[in-house]
């Protein structure tokens, strides 16, 4: 059953640090999207890629986020410096583009803990 | 941008009975609408999903309608099991493979 990694699924850092949490995509899909998940703001779009180029990455903080596809098989999301603020569950998903199109699945996420 | 609500925000039901969880819309460009169900410390898994040209889709004991020129719609569950307990979100897209974005999601309780 195909499925998409992530990791790590836990991380506890100190404010300041530098925090990269890592995605693989299910092979094949050419589309992987970034989400973040809180109590307040729910799933907030933070980035996406296809074809491993950015479509969309407005929903993300430029100044401390970066998100990124080395290649086809992994995207990474980092942040730099992090702070309490950040500490959510951070989802990766991916899905497929063209015929046969495939819709989203989501990974089962980073829970990040900044102290 | 699009924007989606979504109501009860929770809803207990006894097990056996309907629930029914209703959304709504902003832009007419969205053609696509999946219902995700998230698990305690899972990420959320799609359990159906509609298209802009079909009105009704069933499967099994989940029916979803949509109404596109009011921008509503609804997740039916009949029958309902405890473990259909868990977070439902509901969602809208230009397609299946564009930035999807979510309802604040509602957290369904079934009771044995």
């Known amino acids: 059953d195909a499925r998409v990694t992530q990791t790590p699924r836990h991380k506890v850092t100190e404010m300041g640090q530098e925090v990269t949490m890592r995605c693989q995509p299910i092979?094949?899909?050419?589309?992987v999207f970034w989400y973040r998940q809180t109590m307040m703001q729910g799933l907030e779009l933070l980035a996406y890629?296809?074809?491993?180029?950015?479509?969309?990455d407005s929903g993300m903080p430029k100044d401390r986020f970066s998100a990124e596809m080395p290649d086809a098989t992994l995207a990474t999301l980092k942040i730099q410096p992090s702070e309490p603020r950040d500490s959510a569950v951070y989802f990766c998903?991916?899905?497929?583009?063209?015929?046969?199109?495939?819709?989203?699945?989501f990974g089962n996420g980073t829970r990040l803990t900044v102290t | 941008g699009e924007n989606v609500e979504q109501h009860p925000s929770t809803l207990s039901v006894q097990e056996g009975d309907s629930a029914v969880i209703k959304c709504t819309y902003s832009?007419?460009?969205?053609?696509?609408f999946p219902w995700y169900k998230q698990e305690l410390g899972k990420g959320p898994q799609l359990i159906i999903d509609?298209?802009?040209?079909?009105g009704e889709k069933k499967d099994q004991r989940i029916a979803v309608t949509l109404n596109k020129t009011a921008k509503h719609f609804s997740l039916h569950i009949t029958e309902t099991q405890p473990e259909d307990s868990a977070v439902y979100f509901c969602?809208?897209?230009?397609?299946?493979?564009?930035?999807?974005?979510f309802g604040p999601g509602t957290s369904l309780s079934v009771i044995p």
């Open positions: 969602a809208a897209s230009e397609t299946s493979y564009d930035k999807v974005i």
């Open positions: 998903a991916s899905g497929s583009s063209g015929p046969g199109d495939s819709p989203l699945h």
């Open positions: 092979l094949g899909h050419n589309t």
């Open positions: 890629f296809r074809n491993r180029a950015p479509l969309d």
């Open positions: 832009d007419s460009a969205s053609n696509y």
């Open positions: 509609i298209r802009s040209n079909v």
